[in-house]
Structure formats: structure tokens, C-alpha cells
């Protein structure tokens, strides 16, 4: 027997055990409709007025979709990871190793590049378990600067110092603004898809459980969960994630090089994509991703080689004066539930 239940903010249906509710009251899900409706509209427009608008926006939410597994990451295990461009990067060379050696196309190379992505995230999943505080930090960080020392040298295979050209396109539709215009809406289904799918999981049950163990390891001990097993599969899950991402970049810009994504520059934008957006803020990190890479274009064009110099600057800056980040001051004025905040484990 369907029971329904209708009350004034929310429909509730109950079908023996299961139990499945939406809420009906325009202020819980008003402002996502719009945002999402903007995000949507935006790269329409850019293709009738810029263009060059669309290749932005493309990185912008590639930067969130890596930020926002990030913050799950950071949520589960209570550290920060300061490598995932190791994953990006883990993943982006599988794809393009398979397609320039035996021709396959980005279907079949992305089964690929999630297996490999989860094989060297299970490698080094230990390392949220046995190290801590700074020793988890310098590890994390090293990883994606000896994985490009191994691409120099192994520079045969993965042409560390060139770069891997002769991929296979992510999709060709015979005209560049089209390709542009189709790709910009794909990155929007990617980043929309991982915010749901992370935002489903931080609202759980198995959330729950993560945020007890990012507040106090010692607790969540003592009410019998498995720290180490939910450290090792947020960890995981969140690097296949990230992996998939390394996939759209190698095939998207046909061409990968680990002089572009196994840098410290590159981490850096990531790190504060999440950090500037807000702290394990989900739908901050998109705020932090546009923010990022809108003012990297504009800094591109109006500041030249300067911007090098002075784009990190701007963003440490924006760190002190906004230590929430960005999403902070919107939920400052509208707090409505508990979002755990980010503890480096001595």
C-alpha cells in the first residue's frame, strides 16, 4: 500500500520500508533552479557574443568538479590532500597513452582510466591511516613532483617534456564552435553530476560518519566505526573522481603533458578553487572554480607574462581576508544546516 503524505513544505511517499521525500516549498530549492538555470543559459550566450567565453568556463568547472571529490576527500579522511593533481594526472595519461597506442576513442578509454586512477589510489591509500599532520601534507605533495620526474624520465613513453599529442578527440561535429559549445555543456553535467553525487553522500547516513570522524577520530572510535575502512574508501572514491577529469582534459585539449597538470601551479589553482569557494563547501567550490578561472583570464589579458606573478598573490590574499571563503558570506546570512570544517591531523 503507497501511503502519501502531503504537508506544507515537503511530499512524503511510503511504500512498505522505503521512504522517499521532496520538498515542495520554493526557498529550498529556488536559488539551486536559478544558479543551475545560469550555468546552463551562459554558454549559449558566450557563443553568440565571446566565444573565447566557453574555454573559460570549461575550466572553470573542471576546476570544481576536482574540487568538489576534494572536499569529500578532505571530509572523510580529516586531512587535506595537497597532490590531486596526482589523480588528474594518473588518469589523463592512461586515456592518452591507449588512445596515441592502439587508436581507441574516449569511450573506451575512460573504463580505463578509472581503473587505473583506482589502483594507484588504492596504492597509497594507506597513507591517510599512517601519516599525519605535516608528514601527510609533504607526502601528498610529493607525489605529483616524482610522478612527473618519472615522466621525464621514462620520457620515451610518456613525453615528459613535450607533452602526449595525437589523442583522440573527445567529440568532433565538424565545426570548433559547436565542439566548444557541446563540451561546455558536458562539463556542466560532469560538475552538476559530482555535486549531487557528493552532496547525496555528505547528507547520509555514511556523511554522518565522516563528519564524526573529521571532528574527532577518538569518538567515532568509540561508538564503533571503522575509521580506517571509511578513511580508505572516501579516499579512493574521491581520487576515481578526480581521475575521470584527467580523462576530459586528455581528450579535450587532444594533447597531455605533465609540465601542464603535475605542477605546483596547477595544485595550486585546485587548492584554492576549494579553499576561496569555502571550506569542504561543495557549492562553494563552484564558486571557487569560476572565481579562479575567470580571474586567471583576466589577469591573462590585461597583465600578460605578469600573471604568473601576481594571479597567486591576488588568491592568498582573498585566503586571510576571507577565511570561509567566498560561500561563507552567503551562509552567514543563510545558515541552515551543520557542514563540518577542515582539521589537519598532528
Known amino acids: 500500500m503507497v501511503d502519501i503524505e502531503l504537508k ?40 553568440f557574443v565571446s566565444p573565447g567565453l566557453i574555454n573559460t568556463m570549461i575550466s572553470a568547472n573542471l576546476l570544481a568538479a576536482i574540487a568538489i571529490p576534494m572536499s569529500l576527500m578532505t571530509l572523510g579522511t580529516g586531512r587535506v590532500n595537497f597532490g590531486p593533481n596526482f589523480y588528474v594526472g594518473v588518469g589523463g595519461y592512461a586515456a592518452a597513452l591507449l588512445s596515441i597506442a592502439y587508436g581507441w576513442g574516449p569511450v573506451a578509454t575512460l573504463p580505463f582510466a578509472i581503473l587505473t586512477t583506482l589502483f594507484a589510489a588504492l596504492i597509497f591509500s594507506p597513507l591517510v591511516i599512517v601519516a599525519r599532520g605535516l608528514y601527510y601534507v609533504l607526502l601528498s605533495l610529493l607525489l605529483p613532483f616524482v610522478f612527473f620526474e618519472v615522466t621525464v624520465i621514462y620520457t620515451d613513453i610518456f613525453k615528459g617534456d613535450t607533452g602526449l599529442f595525437g589523442i583522440k578527440p573527445l567529440m568532433d561535429l565538424g565545426n570548433a564552435k559547436i565542439n566548444f559549445l557541446v563540451l561546455a555543456y558536458l562539463s556542466i553535467f560532469i560538475m552538476i553530476s559530482y555535486l549531487l553525487i557528493v552532496n547525496k553522500i555528505i547528507k547520509s547516513r555514511y556523511g554522518l560518519i565522516m563528519a564524526t570522524i573529521n571532528d574527532d577520530e577518538e569518538v567515532a572510535h568509540g561508538i564503533g566505526v571503522n575509521i580506517n575502512k571509511v578513511k580508505i574508501i ?84 582573498f585566503l586571510f581576508i576571507l577565511p570561509e571563503g567566498l560561500f561563507g558570506i552567503y551562509r552567514k546570512r543563510r545558515y541552515r544546516e551543520y557542514f563540518p570544517t577542515i582539521h589537519v591531523r598532528r
Not at 14 to 26: H, L, N, S
Not at 245 to 273: C, N, P, R
Request: include cysteine; proline fraction near 3%.
Open 234 to 317: 572516501s579516499f579512493v572514491f574521491a581520487a576515481c573522481l578526480i581521475g575521470i577529469v584527467g580523462w576530459f582534459y586528455a581528450h579535450y585539449f587532444s594533447s597531455f603533458s605533465g609540465q601542464t597538470y603535475l605542477t605546483f601551479t596547477f595544485m595550486l589553482k585546485i587548492f584554492l578553487a576549494m579553499m576561496i569557494g569555502g571550506r569542504t563547501q561543495i557549492f562553494g567550490c563552484v564558486v571557487g572554480g569560476y572565481f579562479v578561472a575567470f580571474l586567471e583570464m583576466f589577469l591573462i589579458r590585461t597583465m600578460g607574462p605578469m600573471q604568473a606573478f601576481v594571479f597567486p598573490i591576488i588568491l592568498i590574499i
Open 8 to 47: 506544507r513544505d515537503r511530499l512524503t511517499i511510503r511504500f512498505k520500508t522505503q521512504k522517499w521525500e521532496w520538498m515542495i516549498e520554493p526557498r529550498y530549492w529556488r536559488n539551486s533552479i536559478l544558479w543551475v538555470a545560469l550555468l546552463l543559459v551562459f554558454p549559449t550566450v558566450s557563443y
